[in-house]
Protein backbone atom coordinates (compact mmCIF):
# COMPACT_ATOMS: atom_id res chain seq x y z
CA UNK A 1 0.00 0.00 0.00
CA UNK A 2 2.97 2.74 0.80
CA UNK A 3 4.50 1.49 -2.75
CA UNK A 4 1.57 2.87 -4.54
CA UNK A 5 1.12 6.15 -2.67
CA UNK A 6 4.78 6.69 -2.80
CA UNK A 7 4.13 5.83 -6.76
CA UNK A 8 1.46 8.18 -7.52
CA UNK A 9 3.16 10.62 -5.12
CA UNK A 10 6.14 10.66 -7.24
CA UNK A 11 3.94 10.58 -10.98
CA UNK A 12 1.71 13.65 -9.45
CA UNK A 13 4.65 15.57 -8.65
CA UNK A 14 6.11 14.47 -12.13
CA UNK A 15 2.85 15.57 -13.61
CA UNK A 16 3.23 19.09 -11.70
CA UNK A 17 6.37 19.99 -12.55
CA UNK A 18 5.72 18.81 -16.17
CA UNK A 19 2.59 20.84 -16.52
CA UNK A 20 4.81 23.86 -15.02
CA UNK A 21 7.92 23.56 -17.60
CA UNK A 22 4.84 23.42 -20.49
CA UNK A 23 3.24 26.35 -19.18
CA UNK A 24 6.73 28.46 -18.50
CA UNK A 25 7.64 27.66 -22.17
CA UNK A 26 4.32 28.84 -23.70
CA UNK A 27 4.31 31.85 -21.92
CA UNK A 28 8.33 32.45 -23.27
CA UNK A 29 7.01 31.39 -26.54
CA UNK A 30 4.18 33.65 -26.55
CA UNK A 31 6.22 36.66 -25.74
CA UNK A 32 8.63 36.15 -28.72
CA UNK A 33 6.08 35.63 -31.43
CA UNK A 34 4.31 38.93 -29.89
CA UNK A 35 7.72 40.81 -30.20
CA UNK A 36 7.89 39.32 -33.75
CA UNK A 37 4.86 40.59 -34.48
CA UNK A 38 5.06 44.34 -33.21
CA UNK A 39 8.38 43.94 -34.56
CA UNK A 40 7.04 43.68 -38.26
CA UNK A 41 4.39 46.70 -37.20
CA UNK A 42 6.83 49.29 -36.48
CA UNK A 43 6.44 52.53 -38.32
CA UNK A 44 8.56 52.40 -41.56
CA UNK A 45 10.85 55.24 -40.45
CA UNK A 46 12.11 52.93 -38.08
CA UNK A 47 12.46 49.95 -39.95
CA UNK A 48 14.36 51.86 -42.79
CA UNK A 49 16.87 53.00 -40.19
CA UNK A 50 17.54 49.39 -39.34
CA UNK A 51 17.73 46.85 -41.99
CA UNK A 52 20.09 44.78 -40.65
CA UNK A 53 21.95 44.07 -37.33
CA UNK A 54 25.24 46.41 -38.17
CA UNK A 55 23.17 49.24 -39.35
CA UNK A 56 23.78 51.09 -35.83
CA UNK A 57 27.51 50.79 -36.36
CA UNK A 58 27.29 52.37 -39.57
CA UNK A 59 25.54 56.13 -37.91
CA UNK A 60 28.00 58.83 -36.86
CA UNK A 61 28.27 59.05 -33.25
CA UNK A 62 27.66 62.65 -31.63
CA UNK A 63 27.45 62.96 -28.04
CA UNK A 64 25.10 65.15 -26.18
CA UNK A 65 21.84 65.20 -24.37
CA UNK A 66 19.37 62.87 -24.62
CA UNK A 67 16.08 64.78 -24.02
CA UNK A 68 13.39 62.91 -25.39
CA UNK A 69 11.38 62.68 -22.13
CA UNK A 70 9.06 59.46 -23.07
CA UNK A 71 9.28 60.19 -26.56
CA UNK A 72 11.10 57.15 -27.39
CA UNK A 73 10.82 53.57 -27.93
CA UNK A 74 13.21 50.27 -26.75
CA UNK A 75 14.26 48.01 -29.27
CA UNK A 76 17.10 45.35 -29.42
CA UNK A 77 19.65 45.02 -32.11
CA UNK A 78 19.23 41.71 -34.01
CA UNK A 79 15.73 40.38 -35.26
CA UNK A 80 13.69 38.38 -36.67
CA UNK A 81 13.85 36.38 -40.21
CA UNK A 82 15.81 39.61 -41.99
CA UNK A 83 15.22 42.45 -39.77
CA UNK A 84 17.75 44.27 -37.67
CA UNK A 85 15.96 45.11 -34.80
CA UNK A 86 13.00 43.45 -32.53
CA UNK A 87 10.46 45.64 -30.20
CA UNK A 88 11.05 44.58 -26.96
CA UNK A 89 7.42 45.28 -25.23
CA UNK A 90 8.74 43.84 -21.82
CA UNK A 91 11.24 47.23 -21.79
CA UNK A 92 8.42 49.42 -23.32
CA UNK A 93 6.00 48.84 -20.85
CA UNK A 94 8.20 49.02 -17.49
CA UNK A 95 9.85 52.23 -19.03
CA UNK A 96 6.25 53.44 -19.97
CA UNK A 97 6.63 54.31 -23.43
CA UNK A 98 4.06 51.25 -24.98
CA UNK A 99 1.89 53.98 -26.09
CA UNK A 100 4.53 55.36 -28.67
CA UNK A 101 3.84 52.47 -30.55
CA UNK A 102 4.41 52.09 -33.23
CA UNK A 103 6.90 54.79 -33.70
CA UNK A 104 5.91 57.19 -36.59
CA UNK A 105 6.37 60.45 -34.32
CA UNK A 106 8.56 59.54 -31.70
CA UNK A 107 12.39 61.25 -31.71
CA UNK A 108 14.27 58.51 -30.80
CA UNK A 109 14.73 54.68 -30.46
CA UNK A 110 16.64 53.08 -27.90
CA UNK A 111 18.75 50.26 -29.39
CA UNK A 112 20.10 47.38 -26.90
CA UNK A 113 22.37 45.21 -28.34
CA UNK A 114 24.32 42.31 -26.67
CA UNK A 115 28.00 42.02 -26.43
CA UNK A 116 30.56 39.84 -24.13
CA UNK A 117 33.98 41.02 -23.00
CA UNK A 118 36.66 38.16 -22.38
CA UNK A 119 37.25 38.00 -18.95
CA UNK A 120 40.13 35.18 -18.51
CA UNK A 121 40.71 31.56 -18.58
CA UNK A 122 39.65 28.13 -16.95
CA UNK A 123 42.38 25.40 -16.27
CA UNK A 124 40.80 22.06 -16.71
CA UNK A 125 41.79 18.80 -14.81
CA UNK A 126 44.05 17.92 -18.35
CA UNK A 127 45.68 21.31 -18.65
CA UNK A 128 42.96 22.64 -21.23
CA UNK A 129 42.30 26.49 -21.36
CA UNK A 130 38.35 27.57 -21.82
CA UNK A 131 38.05 31.00 -22.28
CA UNK A 132 35.60 33.16 -19.63
CA UNK A 133 33.60 35.79 -20.73
CA UNK A 134 31.02 38.57 -19.18
CA UNK A 135 28.05 39.51 -20.92
CA UNK A 136 26.68 42.66 -21.40
CA UNK A 137 24.13 45.31 -23.17
CA UNK A 138 25.49 48.13 -24.91
CA UNK A 139 22.81 50.78 -24.94
CA UNK A 140 22.54 53.27 -27.67
CA UNK A 141 20.37 56.31 -28.13
CA UNK A 142 19.32 57.04 -31.21
CA UNK A 143 18.02 60.20 -32.83
CA UNK A 144 15.60 59.28 -35.80
CA UNK A 145 15.60 63.16 -37.11
CA UNK A 146 19.37 63.33 -37.37
CA UNK A 147 20.38 60.04 -37.87
CA UNK A 148 23.02 60.05 -34.94
CA UNK A 149 24.07 58.50 -31.94
CA UNK A 150 23.57 60.62 -29.08
CA UNK A 151 24.92 58.08 -26.48
CA UNK A 152 26.09 54.90 -25.42
CA UNK A 153 25.86 53.33 -22.34
CA UNK A 154 27.64 49.92 -21.09
CA UNK A 155 25.88 47.75 -18.32
CA UNK A 156 27.85 44.56 -17.60
CA UNK A 157 25.95 41.32 -16.29
CA UNK A 158 27.37 39.16 -13.57
CA UNK A 159 31.11 38.68 -12.98
CA UNK A 160 31.91 35.11 -14.29
CA UNK A 161 32.72 32.33 -11.60
CA UNK A 162 36.72 31.99 -11.00
CA UNK A 163 36.28 28.41 -11.20
CA UNK A 164 34.18 25.82 -13.78
CA UNK A 165 32.69 23.58 -10.57
CA UNK A 166 31.08 26.64 -9.71
CA UNK A 167 29.33 27.14 -12.26
CA UNK A 168 29.04 24.85 -15.90
CA UNK A 169 28.76 27.54 -17.88
CA UNK A 170 31.93 29.77 -18.62
CA UNK A 171 29.19 32.71 -19.66
CA UNK A 172 27.96 35.24 -16.58
CA UNK A 173 24.38 36.24 -16.98
CA UNK A 174 23.35 39.53 -18.79
CA UNK A 175 22.37 42.22 -16.60
CA UNK A 176 19.35 41.84 -15.34
CA UNK A 177 16.07 43.96 -16.62
CA UNK A 178 15.59 46.27 -13.51
CA UNK A 179 18.99 47.33 -14.54
CA UNK A 180 18.68 48.21 -18.15
CA UNK A 181 15.39 50.19 -17.00
CA UNK A 182 17.52 51.75 -14.32
CA UNK A 183 20.38 52.68 -16.74
CA UNK A 184 17.87 54.23 -19.50
CA UNK A 185 15.62 56.39 -16.81
CA UNK A 186 18.85 58.13 -15.56
CA UNK A 187 20.46 58.70 -19.02
CA UNK A 188 16.72 60.13 -20.06
CA UNK A 189 16.31 62.80 -16.35
Not at 4 to 29: E, F, H, Q, T, Y
Not at 66 to 95: P, S
Not at 154 to 164: A, D, F, N, R, V
Request: hydrophobic share 35%.
Amino acid sequence: MNNRKSIVILISLLAIAGIGIALWADSVLSEIEDDKEQTLNLSKRILDCFPDHVSLYKYPVEYSNVAWNKNYLVIENGGYDELGITYKAKWNEKLGTTQNYPGEYIKGVIVIAKDMSERGEYLNKVGQKERIYQRNYIISYFDLDKKIVLGRDTLYGEEPSSSKRAKASSTADFPNDQAVIDVISSRLQ
